[in-house]
Nanobody, 124 residues
Framework: QVQLVESGGGLVQAGGSLRLSCAAS????????MGWFRQAPGKEREFVAA????????YYANSVKGRFTSSRDNAKNTVYLQMNSLKPEDTAVYYC?????????????????WGQGTQVTVSS
C-alpha cells in the first residue's frame, strides 16, 4: 500500500503563487513516477503534471506549461508542485498520484495510488 498526503492548498488572488506538497509512504518512493491531477466542480479530473522517478523528466498540460513546475525530493519521499501566475480557472481540488511506471505518464489509469486532494481557490 502507498499513502499519499497533499498539503499546501488554499485561497490566493489571481497572479499569486502556491506550492503543493505530497508526502508518500508505503512503497519505495523513488521507484515510481508521480503525477498531479485536478478536478474542478462539474468537470472531469484532468492531468496537470508528471515527474519521472529520478526527477529528470517532467511533463505538463498545455494549460499550465510555463507557470507550474513539479519537483521531487526522494530523500524526503515528497513531490512538489510550484504554481505561479495562478488564474481563476486553476481553481480545483488537486491530487497527487503514484504511477505504475517510472516514466512520465498522463492518464489516470496509469496511476494506482491517489491522495485525498487539497483545495486550491484562485480569486479574480
Amino acid at each position: 500500500q502507498v499513502q499519499l498526503v497533499e498539503s499546501g492548498g488554499g485561497l490566493v488572488q489571481a497572479g499569486g503563487s502556491l506550492r503543493l506538497s505530497c508526502a508518500a509512504s508505503g512503497r519505495i518512493f523513488s521507484s515510481s513516477a508521480m503525477g498531479w491531477f485536478r478536478q474542478a466542480p462539474g468537470k472531469e479530473r484532468e492531468f496537470v503534471a508528471a515527474i519521472s522517478w529520478s526527477g529528470g523528466s517532467t511533463y505538463y498540460a498545455n494549460s499550465v506549461k510555463g507557470r507550474f513546475t513539479s519537483s521531487r525530493d526522494n530523500a524526503k519521499n515528497t513531490v512538489y508542485l510550484q504554481m505561479n501566475s495562478l488564474k481563476p480557472e486553476d481553481t480545483a481540488v488537486y491530487y497527487c498520484a503514484s504511477a505504475k511506471a517510472i516514466t512520465v505518464v498522463n492518464t489516470p489509469d496509469q496511476y494506482d495510488y491517489w491522495g485525498q486532494g487539497t483545495q486550491v481557490t484562485v480569486s479574480s
